[in-house]
T-cell receptor
Framework: KNQVEQSPQSLIILEGKNCTLQ??????????LRWYKQDTGRGPVSLTI?????NTKSNGRYTATLDADTKQSSLHITASQLSDSASYIC?????????????FGRGTQLTVWP | EADIYQTPRYLVIGTGKKITLECSQT?????MYWYQQDPGMELHLIHY???????EKGDLSSESTVSRIRTEHFPLTLESARPSHTSQYLC??????????????FGQGTRLTVV
């Protein structure tokens, strides 16, 4: 069964600190993996997207890594800001269908305190 | 900034009423999707479309229906709303980005409450 598991479910950190969010998946055949940021009551916004051959990708203070062998990804946030408080969703796409089906994790709820 | 819009953003409606959630995109994308998301839970695909006059049901069974008469519009309709339909509904569209990446863009969502 194609699944995407994220950990931790929620995380509280102080402003300025770093944190790392984890994503494990069983989606096969794998196409790509994305990390989205979803503010409360809004739609998800893409942060990074990586294919099988990409190990790391950065977007400002966000750095995503991918290990396609172990089917694990992480999202590292450096020097956190209050505006980073949001849900971070790992989304994996398969290439076994024309839809390019998206499989969503439940997200990690990050709260940054001043 | 993605050009995909949903209206209304918030809707509170009585049981038994018919409602239509609007979704429009100006990017010319062929693929469009509707997802349902309960608080703290993952997104579930309820409908998708590959293009005009193409609609399919998604993974999560839904009493809603959709239509795709024009490329840019993908409205979702509930003929008779019930409290169990209370949820957030997210519309998305996608097309192939460079290097074969399929990029999906989401609307802001519609928060539906049926009382």
């Amino acid at each position: 069964k194609n699944q995407v598991e994220q950990s931790p479910q929620s995380l509280i950190i102080l402003e300025g600190k770093n944190c790392t969010l984890q994503c494990n998946y069983t989606v096969s055949p794998f196409s790509n993996l994305r990390w989205y940021k979803q503010d409360t009551g809004r739609g998800p916004v893409s942060l990074t997207i990586m294919t099988f051959s990409e190990n790391t990708k950065s977007n400002g203070r966000y750095t995503a890594t991918l290990d396609a062998d172990t089917k694990q990804s992480s999202l590292h946030i450096t020097a956190s800001q209050l505006s980073d408080s949001a849900s971070y969703i790992c989304v994996v796409s398969d290439r076994g269908s024309t839809l390019g089906r998206l499989y969503f994790g439940r997200g990690t709820q990050l709260t940054v305190w001043p | 900034e993605a050009d995909i819009y949903q209206t209304p953003r918030y809707l509170v409606i009585g049981t038994g009423k018919k409602i239509t959630l609007e979704c429009s995109q100006t990017m010319g994308h062929d693929k469009m999707y509707w997802y349902q998301q309960d608080p703290g839970m993952e997104l579930h695909l309820i409908h998708y479309s590959y293009g005009v006059n193409s609609t399919e049901k998604g993974d999560l069974s839904s009493e809603s229906t959709v239509s795709r008469i024009r490329t840019e519009h993908f409205p979702l309709t509930l003929e008779s709303a019930r409290p169990s339909h209370t949820s957030q509904y997210l519309c998305a569209s996608s097309d192939r980005a460079p290097k074969g990446h399929t990029e999906a863009f989401f609307g802001q969502g519609t928060r539906l409450t049926v009382v």
